[in-house]
């Protein structure tokens, strides 16, 4: 690799670099379309709960197998290649869909996505340091999750739009979204492409154990199970919040689908003010909040029956859930800045909580309702409570 590029480039370069880059965190929120999709899957197949989970389940299944030997890759072909590698698997994921839509095909597409976004999340991120001063890193990074909600919250819309829209969708009906996200995967990769970014060499080559070994380190660990947490509560709420309206207030799918982009609509609003927020506020301090927020969704989703209330509960979880990740991913690269590869591969591994959270709650909820769901992502609300003592103070 080439040596590392000096962070002082012009304002019009570093333009130019950062547009693909945030063009690439936009396609790396088309993984949250699954939430939506099962949906629509379990109503078009007649799935159960715990039938439908599988299949975010699957999609994070694969963050386990492959986060930490991207790290490795990354060492060997670089990051900006390592992240093309990821954008054509997820361009394969999103074309399967729109010739077939079994039970099968969906499964491997929905792997086929999560393997993606497994590599991706695990080089994107630390490509962006080779950008961006380490002060503002987690601001950048939280920019960058506002370009993926943006992704995230329209994947509902453009669903509710293929399967209710007037206009010739070719029978694919709900479908229509792989369609218009495979075309804004295309993009990226070409411009990704065309986009030089130099890159920091790598010290050292590494292994599976050496990686693994930085769970060794306290704090490292913390982070890891920070970001389970993390994702387990968003995915979770991306697939339970419209489950919850059709029990309680009866809604059909696509009025309660709404649900989601609500969710979605306030993480990106979250997001993009954490951007700001993050470079005059300590995370400490803006985490401390963002936790606080979602104890009071919890208590909300748990006792709600009415649609305000509990459009409320999901609007506090999307605000609360959305500089989680940015800040905790930040916290873990600065405090082991020599292995910033390996431990990029450990924090994304940590998207396993995708699998573990809503295949609990999918057994939960077939066993006591939606309200058994809530209980589980309550679990890693407490957990991220916790964690807020652990940042660090001047961070």
Not at 228 to 241: E, F, K, P, R
Not at 269 to 287: D, P, T, W
Not at 323 to 335: E, G, H, K, R, W
Request: with cysteine; aromatic share 12%.
């Amino acid at each position: 690799m080439n040596t590392i590029q000096p962070l002082n480039t012009g304002r019009k370069s570093m333009l130019m670099q950062m547009i693909p880059v945030m063009l690439c965190f936009f396609a790396m929120g088309f993984v949250d379309l699954v939430g939506t999709a099962s949906n629509y899957v379990q109503k078009d197949l007649g799935l159960t709960d715990s039938e439908a989970n599988l299949f975010p389940s699957l999609v994070f299944f694969w963050f386990l197998i492959f986060s930490v030997p991207t790290g490795m890759l990354m060492n060997k072909i670089g990051r900006k290649k390592t992240v093309l590698l990821s954008l054509i698997v997820t361009t394969l994921s999103l074309i399967l869909p729109i010739f077939d839509d079994s039970y099968f095909t969906m499964l491997i597409a929905f792997s086929l996505l999560g393997i993606g976004n497994a590599i991706m999340q695990t080089s994107l991120n630390p490509l962006v340091t080779n950008l961006i001063s380490s002060d503002k890193l987690a601001s950048t990074l939280t920019l960058g999750q506002f370009v993926k909600a943006i992704a995230s919250f329209l994947a509902p819309i453009l669903a509710v739009w293929g399967a209710t829209t007037y206009l010739p969708t070719f029978g694919l009906g709900w479908r229509s979204l792989f369609v218009i996200y495979a075309i804004v995967s295309f993009l990226s990769i070409s411009m990704l492409a065309a986009t030089p970014i130099q890159e920091e060499a790598a010290d050292k080559a590494s292994s599976i154990g050496s990686c693994l070994k930085l769970l060794g380190k306290p704090f490292v660990l913390l982070c890891f199970l920070g970001i389970m947490c993390h994702v387990g509560i968003d995915v979770g709420t991306n697939t339970t919040a419209p489950k919850i309206l059709m029990e309680r207030l009866s809604l059909p799918l696509e009025d309660a689908g709404f649900a989601t982009s609500v969710y979605f609509i306030f993480r990106t609003a979250g997001c993009f003010i954490g951007a700001f927020i993050l470079r005059k506020v300590s995370a400490r301090v803006f985490f401390a909040i963002s936790a606080v927020s979602m104890v009071v969704a919890m208590v909300i989703l748990l006792f709600s029956h009415s649609l305000a209330p509990i459009y409320i509960g999901v609007a506090l979880v999307g605000f609360g859930n959305s500089n989680v990740f940015p800040i905790i991913f930040s916290q873990a690269l600065m405090a082991t800045p020599e292995a910033k590869n390996e431990v990029s591969g450990l924090m994304i591994m940590g998207l396993f909580g995708g699998t573990v959270f809503p295949l609990a709650m999918g057994f939960a909820a077939d066993s006591f309702g939606q309200i058994g769901a809530i209980a589980i992502m309550a679990i890693g609300v407490a957990y991220l409570l916790y964690f807020t003592s652990r940042i660090k103070q001047n961070s």
